[in-house]
């Protein structure tokens, strides 16, 4: 049988560089592998902490999707579905929270992060404490063997995993699997201040940019602090910019670039003007076919819809399983 793979994003709307690089990349590798797929937006994880914001998920969602079927996602290849359109993850949820040790849940290192990061008051809802066991449900309704996720998510896993052996030590049944992490093997994507390209930083390049703005962006990129006068030489392992060549540059032309670079050889300007150049380049199809879905967005509804039925089918089944566990009858077969 074939094993299944699954991703989740919360949905921010339009995706930059550093979501297209650091995971996007990895779930259309997995296309041309032989699994069964499932994508979907977290909605429901949005809600954790955007409840004041919630008229923003749904264009959010759509936005995302877009980006998502532009870049390569291939609709016909994969589930792609949205979380709360399958209504089985927020039952698998509740029942999952009656085994879960709530000390658990506050050792999940992101939740400290998120409490410090977001303040007291954001994070003092039940369902934010609740954010990894519904995460949990949403991998292991699918039996997902393996998730693609950067390593922030790592903890999640793990978490996922000890609360699978859980359940399957109290129903004496092994109802569920463990999944393991897929780890994306990205070069790292600095945004324009050289900080983490993020959108909540304002540093970050778009899919949905034009050309034009790409290059204005790009412009304005922090570079090697050594190289204040062109004279000065660089190290270009040291420079957002680079980090860019090394995805979208060829190895030649990077090396030679490294090379002038360290020489003062080449401004920063040309630098520059060549990285544009190839990140339009690269971009151009993904973001003509960006343009084409913006206008059909009945269709990005359909294919949620739909993906969201195909993959309810499958989880409906997992949860009958999970309920005849716990109550040791075939109730609800
Ligand atoms: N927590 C993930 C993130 O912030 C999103 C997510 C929710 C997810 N459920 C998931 C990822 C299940 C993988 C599998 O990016
Ligand atoms: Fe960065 Fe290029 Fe300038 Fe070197 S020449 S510091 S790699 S922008």
């Not at 390569?72 to 927020?90: A, M, P, W």
Request: include cysteine; aromatic fraction near 10%; charged fraction near 30%.
């Amino acid at each position: 049988m074939k094993q299944n793979i699954l991703s989740g994003m919360r949905p921010t709307g339009r995706l930059h560089l550093g979501n297209l690089y650091g995971a996007l990349i990895n779930w259309i590798k997995f296309q041309e592998e032989d699994y069964n797929r499932f994508y979907f937006v977290a909605d429901l994880h949005a809600l954790t902490t955007g409840f004041d914001n919630s008229k923003d998920i749904y264009s959010n969602t759509i936005e995302m999707v877009i980006d998502w079927l532009a870049f390569g996602l291939d609709e016909n290849k994969n589930t792609i579905f949205v979380q709360s359109l399958v209504r089985e993850h927020t039952e698998l949820f509740l029942l999952l929270s009656m085994i879960t040790p709530v000390g658990w849940l506050e050792r999940v290192p992101s939740y400290k992060d998120q409490v410090q990061q977001l303040g007291k008051d954001k994070t003092a809802n039940f369902g934010f404490l609740g954010y990894p066991v519904l995460m949990s449900a949403d991998i292991i309704i699918y039996k997902a063997s393996y998730v693609p996720v950067g390593v922030d998510q790592v903890a999640h896993l793990e978490f996922t995993r000890e609360l699978v052996r859980r359940f399957n030590a109290f129903v004496g049944k092994k109802v569920f699997i463990e999944p393991q992490p897929k780890l994306t093997k990205s070069p790292k994507i600095l945004g324009l201040d050289g900080r983490k390209m993020s959108k909540s930083y304002g540093n970050a390049i778009y899919l949905s940019d034009s050309e034009e703005e790409t290059s204005k962006k790009i412009n304005v990129m922090f570079t090697d602090p050594r190289r204040k006068r062109k004279t000065d030489p660089g190290v270009a392992e040291e420079c957002g910019v680079f980090m860019l060549h090394k995805i979208f540059t060829d190895i030649n032309k990077q090396k030679e670039i490294k090379s002038a670079c360290s020489k003062a050889t080449i401004g920063c300007v040309e630098c520059k003007k060549i990285l544009s150049k190839n990140i339009n380049a690269k971009l151009r199809e993904a973001r003509n076919r960006r343009k084409e879905l913006e206008k059909r967005k009945d269709y990005i509804v359909d294919i949620l819809r739909d993906g969201s039925k195909r993959a309810s089918t499958v989880a409906k089944k997992t949860l009958e399983e999970a309920k005849d566990g716990i109550f040791g009858c075939n109730f609800y077969r």
